[in-house]
């Protein structure tokens, strides 16, 4: 695509921002495909053959090429994203996530027992205590 076309500023800053979320998508969907892996709280189930998973990653990467492709053609601008920020706020997210699960806070949920919430909440505490550790 050599052709390149000016859009309206709103027009390019709304295809802008739909590329960079089909991008985002189709790189975590490329990651999960050629993973394949389970972790501890979540399992993977792979109830695709191999032949169909290698068919989409194939069709993946043509998508991001002809993103890239399309970028240039409209000239949309690149996400800028600082690695610092970014640290900060999945902290921030986790942090906040881990504190609301506490057991005073689970009132939502009914009451609490008691005999286990002096353990529970050292528990998750932990768990802040160390995911706190992630710095920037």
């Known amino acids: 695509m050599s052709r390149k076309i000016q859009l309206s500023e709103n027009h390019t800053r709304s295809l802008s921002s739909s590329l960079i979320v089909i ?6 969907l490329e990651e999960i495909l050629m993973r ?3 972790s501890c709280c979540s399992e993977l189930i792979k109830d695709v053959n191999d032949e169909i998973i290698s068919g989409n990653i194939s069709s993946i990467q043509e998508a991001k090429r002809y993103i890239s492709e399309l970028a240039e053609k409209y000239g949309t601008s690149k996400e800028k994203i600082s690695l610092q920020r ?17 057991s005073k806070k689970s009132k939502g949920y009914g009451t609490f027992p008691k005999k286990y919430a002096e353990e529970y909440d050292a528990d998750i505490n932990k768990l802040i205590e160390i995911t706190n550790k992630i710095i920037c």
């Open 86 to 102: 970014l640290i900060n706020a999945k902290r921030a997210k986790i942090w906040e996530i881990l504190t609301d699960i506490l």
């Open 23 to 28: 991008e985002k998508s189709l790189v975590e």
């Open 36 to 38: 394949q892996s389970s």
